[in-house]
């Protein structure tokens, strides 16, 4: 379980530097996100040792795609920051754990509790009231991070059931390919260089590697129709904290409300026989 708590807080920890980092409005985004994956790709790299032979080519196409769906992930996450808010935008995220929960459930046939299922519709039940649609300044933002995010974060998943190779290769490829993607893409725009921008993005690398490490480390003692609602649940509340301690931002009685349907949905969770 503690893998997922640090998880969590890198998580976090990475919408509070982009924000961080999006006041400064000559910065380059494609920039930042290089050094972030150089970041990623180097730590990645340092905590291997040996066996990059064993990944099949299942797990190595896999590592491809998941890195292409990360970097886009990030793009959208970024633009519905700027244009819905960071609660919002994560809040809208999380509720992406529908994707993934439910593959754990049909497709890999997890089992949970009775109350676990409460649990998870309760925080489903928040999340309507963190994310209220009357403040949507672009539905299809807010669609498409649902989805992508749904999508990047089932790929874990399907890793840790169909995948034979090490962890830590496929964790490296998947930060080494959206790299190249990043790379391919900054070429494309004919992007300038800035030292800046490659700073800021070499310390948001440290937290985004760090994220999905954790999570694929949690998987292995926590069921994934568990891990991802739990997840979900967190990053929402800490995010909602950081909100409203570093921020100064002020919530209404509606978000108040859901930050007590979360805890309750938590401890729901967190209920076995």
């Given at each position: 379980m503690i893998n997922l708590l640090l998880s969590i807080i890198a998580s976090v920890l990475i919408g509070n530097l982009l924000m961080l980092f999006m006041q400064d409005v000559k910065s380059d985004i494609f920039i930042i996100f290089l050094g972030n994956y150089i970041t990623a790709t180097a730590f990645s790299l340092a905590r291997t040792s040996g066996g990059f032979h064993l990944l099949t080519p299942f797990d190595i196409g896999l590592g491809c795609i998941t890195g292409l769906f990360f970097l886009v992930n990030f793009l959208i996450y970024r633009k519905n920051i700027g244009v819905n808010g960071l609660s919002l935008s994560v809040g809208v995220m999380r509720i992406s754990l529908i994707i993934p929960t439910l593959l754990a459930i049909l497709l890999f046939s997890e089992r949970i509790e009775l109350s676990n299922y409460l649990g998870i519709g309760v925080i489903l039940l928040a999340f309507v009231f963190v994310t209220e649609t009357r403040t949507l300044h672009n539905l299809l933002w807010i669609g498409l991070l649902f989805v992508v995010t749904g999508i990047s974060d089932a790929s874990l998943k399907m890793f840790d059931e169909w995948g034979t190779g090490p962890q830590e290769?496929?964790?490296?490829?998947?930060f080494a390919s959206a790299g190249v993607w990043n790379l391919g893409l900054i070429f494309l725009r004919k992007s300038r260089f800035q030292w800046r921008s490659l700073g800021y993005g070499l310390i948001l690398g440290v937290p985004n590697q760090l994220t999905t490490r954790f999570f694929l480390a949690s998987l292995e003692d926590v069921q994934a129709a568990i891990a991802y609602p739990l997840m979900a649940s967190g990053v929402v509340v800490m995010t909602?904290?950081?909100?409203?301690?570093?921020?100064?931002?002020?919530f209404s009685g509606k978000q108040r409300i859901s930050m007590a349907l979360i805890v309750a949905g938590i401890v729901l969770l967190n209920i076995q026989r």
């Open positions: 290769w496929f964790v490296f490829l998947i909602i904290l950081t909100d409203i301690f570093f921020w100064r931002k002020r």
